[in-house]
């Protein structure tokens, strides 16, 4: 459940780090600001490139946060059981074998990551096979193997990479604009901050919107893997626990379930009656 929190917050990180240093090593290497063509390959090189060292780290990164334990040998009926229902769906799916792991919390969640569609993860939690059955387990772990063999991992790597690209981009040609013959270093870094912040938001929402399309894809991948009735009931029981996700970071964009935002177009999940309803229909 927390698949998009933890990949944006990452990204957001890097982006902030490699902003700093791309403003650093252009005038550094005699390319000005001004000059837009190299400010665009350089922006491209480091939005890029900031996006994959996310997705490398992304299955490190998620094993850390919630203190996941791989499954290496299964010591009880459960880890067997999972083990064997997520090699079964793996196989139906046509991806390999994942990392399965179990972490420590009361919450109902699950989440997959990792960089491509060989080289998973997907992890559950504690809470999630104490409270729910073993028929709605199932459905969870088809929806995150879906995401998987979507590639979602993927392809919100290359959106987002884009979308850095321009946000680089964009905060410093009006930085440009507005510390034309005026201000030192210092101001024209603080403004490029203030607009890369700005400019970030706004990709965000993009990035949130892809996310949301991707649970409704996931959610009818796990209706084929395990069965529509069993991915309703799996969502109905996340439902009724009002179970906003506790994942942080890049993370929770990945869960079975998201967190509460203002308004629709920060979340990274849609409402779970919107997700029902489409199962329904």
Same mark, same amino acid.
């Given at each position: 459940?927390?698949?998009?929190?933890?990949?944006?917050?990452?990204?957001?990180?890097? *982006? &902030? $780090?490699?902003?700093?240093?791309?403003?650093?090593?252009?005038?550094?290497?005699?390319?000005?600001?001004?000059?837009?063509?190299? *400010?665009?390959?350089?922006?491209?090189?480091?939005?890029?490139?900031?996006?994959?060292? !996310? *997705?490398?780290?992304?299955?490190? &990164?998620?094993?850390?946060? $919630?203190?996941?334990?791989?499954?290496?040998?299964? /010591?009880?009926?459960?880890? !067997?059981?999972?083990?064997?229902?997520?090699?079964?769906?793996?196989?139906?799916?046509?991806?390999?074998?994942?990392?399965?792991?179990?972490?420590?919390?009361?919450?109902?969640?699950?989440?997959?990551? @990792?960089?491509?569609?060989?080289?998973?993860?997907?992890?559950?939690?504690?809470?999630?096979?104490?409270?729910?059955?073993?028929?709605?387990?199932?459905?969870?772990?088809?929806?995150?193997?879906?995401?998987?063999?979507?590639?979602?991992?993927?392809?919100?790597?290359?959106?987002?990479? $884009?979308?850095?690209?321009? $946000?680089?981009?964009?905060?410093?040609?009006?930085?440009?604009? %507005?510390?034309?013959?005026?201000? @030192?270093?210092?101001?024209?870094?603080?403004?490029?901050?203030?607009? +890369?912040?700005?400019?970030?938001?706004?990709?965000? &929402?993009?990035?949130?919107?892809? !996310?949301?399309? /991707?649970?409704?894809?996931?959610?009818?991948?796990?209706? =084929?893997?395990?069965?529509?009735?069993?991915? %309703?009931?799996?969502?109905?029981?996340? =439902?009724?626990?009002?179970?906003?996700? =506790?994942?942080?970071? +890049?993370?929770?964009?990945?869960? %079975?379930?998201?967190?509460?935002?203002?308004?629709?177009?920060?979340?990274?999940?849609?409402? &779970?009656?919107?997700?029902?309803?489409?199962?329904?229909?």
């Amino acid at each position: 459940m927390t698949r998009t929190f933890l990949f944006v917050s990452t990204n957001l990180a890097i *982006l &902030l $780090v490699l902003g700093v240093v791309l403003s650093v090593l252009m005038p550094a290497m005699g390319l000005p600001m001004s000059d837009y063509g190299g *400010l665009l390959l350089f922006c491209a090189v480091f939005g890029m490139g900031g996006a994959f060292i !996310s *997705l490398a780290l992304s299955k490190t &990164l998620a094993k850390r946060s $919630v203190g996941a334990q791989v499954i290496e040998q299964p /010591r009880t009926r459960e880890e !067997s059981w999972l083990l064997q229902t997520v090699q079964r769906q793996a196989e139906l799916a046509g991806i390999g074998m994942p990392e399965v792991a179990i972490w420590d919390s009361p919450q109902l969640n699950a989440f997959a990551t @990792g960089a491509s569609r060989d080289n998973a993860l997907v992890a559950v939690s504690t809470g999630l096979l104490r409270n729910m059955s073993n028929d709605e387990v199932e459905a969870v772990l088809g929806h995150e193997i879906s995401h998987v063999a979507n590639g979602d991992m993927v392809t919100m790597t290359l959106l987002q990479g $884009v979308l850095n690209t321009f $946000v680089y981009f964009f905060a410093r040609i009006v930085a440009n604009m %507005i510390n034309r013959d005026r201000g @030192g270093f210092f101001v024209y870094m603080m403004t490029v901050m203030v607009f +890369q912040a700005v400019f970030g938001a706004l990709a965000s &929402l993009i990035v949130m919107a892809f !996310s949301r399309h /991707r649970e409704f894809r996931a959610d009818a991948g796990g209706a =084929q893997l395990a069965g529509r009735q069993k991915m %309703i009931a799996a969502l109905r029981r996340l =439902q009724s626990g009002q179970n906003e996700s =506790q994942l942080e970071g +890049q993370l929770a964009a990945f869960g %079975i379930t998201g967190k509460a935002a203002m308004a629709q177009l920060f979340m990274s999940h849609p409402p &779970l009656s919107k997700r029902i309803a489409a199962l329904s229909g």
